[in-house]
């Protein structure tokens, strides 16, 4: 359809807006969808089919296989008993507060081949015994989700390096498929927004840099109170899992139950991802299900008790599969209302040479944050970014095309990383068992410093090319 202006933005905005005002993702999602579809021209009655539509996506399916596989997961290890084993560890290794948010930080370092992987396995390997130091599941969700988006955009071998490197050699066709990816690592040093943001993160986790704003309201009530979520929030993993008991007679172990499945979902995906070039999130995370299922079988559960477990963890995820069905639909309408068009529009008069790479990079992040999607802003940003700087210089390893193309990936990252529609960010909400508006309320105040320390930085480099 064509281009409707500011109104092509209007249902993003009204997400947002609502999101923060309430607290209730789903209910603000479902109202800016709602309208959107009205302003690309539905009808009321035809609503429900692009729903369905939204749901049969390819996309959609493959996100919301992994967060049936979550909650079961996560079900079948509260039902054996990984978190009391947790807590007796942390208690022997007389584990703090500060080592807690250290082991997160270093763990979602390790795991950089996947931005759906990592957060989860943070998240769900982790909680039990941040939970045990008092450390709040909004703190978590924040770390969990600072080391996946932004770390893995500065991995020149991801997938994400694959994705972008063909973007560059589409606008670029002169340059072959190995000279597009040498172009992508020369822009990594430039990615300022991305380095920051793992940088920012480690420093929180160490404690050179204090907790502030919502961060530590939720902190503080943590450790004061033990409360590691607020009163009237509600976690990405409902209460239905909470309910789960070891039974009397049966026995599991840390290395049974908790060890061998994490191997398993780690090997699998490392070992796709070395052998395929891809991960098989879903596929590991089935195989380590099926283990489970036999193990604890074998330890005395109970094929009914299994059973009513693996029902309790699809229903804890009710609330982050309606997020993100509204999060697509919403993004699809966007898309369709030219919303990432009219952002560029209204910003081509302001760019010189000069400004270029921070006018891109908020303009990415503009996109992103309002749509929920890197990758879609990469698709969009990118070749702008390229084409205007190309112009300007004339050569296509110029400082100012690599710090053009590292502006509009950073840009596209800080949504990914930090919006309330992002998908990631649910899976980090998800992963901690955290409430998602209490994740992205706690983490935006750290990432607008990051980004607005990157800004500065794009805007002084500019002026220094």
Known sequence: MDNIGFLSILPALLAIVLAFATRDAI?????ASFLGYFLIGGVLWEYPNFLIETISSDSFSWVFYIEIQIGILIALFQLSGVPEIFSSIAQKQRMTRRKGQVYAWLAGMGVFFSDYFSPIFVGTSLQAVTDKVKVSREKLAYIADSTSSPLIVIIPFSSWALYISGIIGDQASWVSSSE?????????????????????VGLICFGVIKDFGPMKKAE???????????????????????????????????????????????????????????????ESFAAALLYLFVVMSFQRF????LSNAVVSGVKAVVPAVLILLFAYALNSITKDAGAAN????????????????????????????????SWGTFAI?????????????????????????????????????????????????????????????????????????????????????
């Not at 209910?27 to 109202?31: M, R």
């Not at 172009?183 to 940088?199: D, E, R």
């Not at 390893?397 to 193309?405: A, C, E, G």
């Open 27 to 31: 209910v603000a999602l479902f109202a």
């Open 180 to 200: 597009a990816i040498e172009i992508f690592a020369g822009s990594i040093a430039y990615n300022f927004y991305a380095i920051l943001s793992v940088v920012f």
């Open 220 to 282: 503080d009530r943590a450790y004061e109170h033990g409360k590691v979520v607020r009163d009237g929030s509600m976690p990405m993993v409902g209460k239905e899992i909470k309910e789960l008991h070891k039974p009397e007679g049966a026995s599991s172990s840390f290395l049974l139950n908790f060890l061998i499945p994490i191997f398993m979902i780690v090997g699998i995906n490392v070992g796709g991802y070395i052998a395929f070039g891809s991960v098989k999130i879903v």
């Open 302 to 305: 109970g094929i009914k008790l």
């Open 342 to 373: 009219y952002l560029v529009s209204i910003s081509e008069g302001l760019i010189t040479p000069n400004l270029l790479p921070a006018i891109v990079f908020v303009v990415a992040a503009v996109i992103s944050f309002s749509t929920g999607t």
């Open 381 to 465: 940003a990118i070749p702008i970014a390229m084409a205007m700087s190309i112009e300007l210089t004339g050569g296509i390893s110029s400082p100012l095309v690599l710090m053009s193309i590292a502006a509009a990936t950073g840009g596209g990252v800080f949504g990914d990383h930090c919006s309330p529609l992002s998908d990631t960010s649910v899976l980090a909400s998800i992963g901690a068992g955290s409430d998602h508006m209490d994740h992205i309320r706690t983490q935006i105040p750290y990432a607008l410093i990051v980004a607005f320390v990157s800004f500065f930085i794009y805007l002084v480099a500019g002026f220094l090319l």
